[in-house]
């Protein structure tokens, strides 16, 4: 297995309730411009907690919660889609989505930049299952030593998130680093 990947045996992990405390989802949308919540798309969901926050806050119509690894899609198979029929797991590559172009209002990657080895290839799969005026946030840990979270050396500046957004294609990009562990950034398609 890839170092930089999330070891699925430690899926339970990703359900600590802490995780909606260090990245609020109504800190997020504050800083997003959706109008109308339709079709969102979470690129690396791993067991799909900030799907569950995401969707249950915000209301879209649906969710595609999309994971490299088998093993997260068949855990929202069994534990979160039967509760939420509208969250739709769906197994992806490394940086392929199966989903139409232009397909969502919204697509988002927490804490998953720092486990890609091709970063910019993902950001550019994330605009083509935009809609026209949709949104992209990427959020991840901050490139300094902690306790927590992945080694420091893997973690990723935002600055060179906005240089992939920009180079895909997005605009009126924007970095925001009040979060005490985590950056946030947004483009908008």
Known sequence: MNEKKFNPEKLQKLNNPQ????????????????????????????????SVAFFEKFKPSTLYACDLSGVMVNYIEKNVSLK????????TEENSVPLEDG????????????????????????YRLLKPDGQIFVVDWKKKDMPEGPPTLIRCLPEKVK?????????????????????LVIGNN
């Open 19 to 50: 995780r909606l405390v260090d990245i609020p989802p109504d800190y997020i949308w504050e800083k997003l411009h959706i109008k109308k919540p339709d079709i969102f798309v979470e690129i690396g969901a791993g067991t799909a907690f900030f």
């Open 84 to 91: 939420y029929p509208n969250i739709i797991p769906v197994k």
């Open 103 to 126: 397909i969502a209002g919204l697509v988002f990657m927490i804490n998953l930049h720092h486990e890609l080895d091709n970063p910019s290839r993902l950001v550019e799969e994330a």
């Open 163 to 183: 240089e992939q957004m920009v180079r895909a294609g997005f605009k009126n990009i924007s970095i925001h680093n009040e979060l005490q562990k985590h950056f």
